[in-house]
């Protein structure tokens, strides 16, 4: 079995849930959009955004969701 080659380590907890069957509506619950970066560290982020598909595109692509 060979896993995809999708990096989700930059993805918020709710989408990396959310590529699950049956969770997909917690992509919905994803906050993490932008880049936090940690107070008086301005290049350190404290939060990275979320690189998942459902903040780049409007509509969810066929087979995704
Ligand atoms: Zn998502
Ligand atoms: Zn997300």
Do not use: F
Request: glycine residues 4%; charged residues 25%; proline residues 8%.
């Amino acid at each position: 079995m060979s896993a995809p080659a999708v990096d989700l380590s930059d993805r918020s907890a709710e989408c990396v849930l959310a590529a699950r069957d049956g969770y997909q509506d917690l992509h919905g619950s994803c906050r993490q959009t932008k880049d936090v970066p940690l107070p008086h560290h301005r290049d350190i982020l404290l939060v990275k955004r979320c690189t998942c598909w459902c903040h780049r595109y409007s509509k969810c692509p066929p087979g995704l969701a």
